[in-house]
Nanobody
């Protein structure tokens, strides 16, 4: 059974930092592209950052220079370091695991809420 469990969300003031973690089980973590998505109230879910099995990263323009995604394959965990947080970063953040094989495999966590106060 695949599980992605996010943690680290909470309430923070604008300009502050948070680190999200996503612990994966039930998958061969090292071969998956791992991503963080977010969904703000009334908005569609959007990609925040992703990291491939080889360590290549990409970021949404809105978070470039402020957020950093990294992974620890030994711990089956992906992280999102969020600095210089803004009120518009307020959202539920979801962890995603994706393997592009013969059949695409996608898995989602249940999300963790990040609230940034002004």
């Amino acid at each position: 059974q695949v599980q992605l469990v996010e943690s680290g969300g909470g309430l923070v003031q604008a300009g502050g930092s948070l680190r999200l973690s996503c612990a994966a089980s039930g998958i061969i973590f090292s071969i998956y592209t791992m991503g963080w998505y977010r969904q703000a109230p009334g908005k569609e879910r959007e990609l925040v950052a992703a990291i491939t099995s080889g360590g290549t990263t990409n970021y949404a323009d809105s978070v470039k220079g402020r957020f950093t995604i990294f992974r620890d394959n030994a711990k089956n965990t992906v992280y999102l370091q969020m600095d210089s947080l803004k009120p518009e970063d307020t959202a539920v953040y979801y962890c995603n695991a994706h393997f592009a094989g013969t059949d695409d495999m996608y898995y989602w966590g249940k999300g963790t809420l990040v609230t940034v106060s002004s």
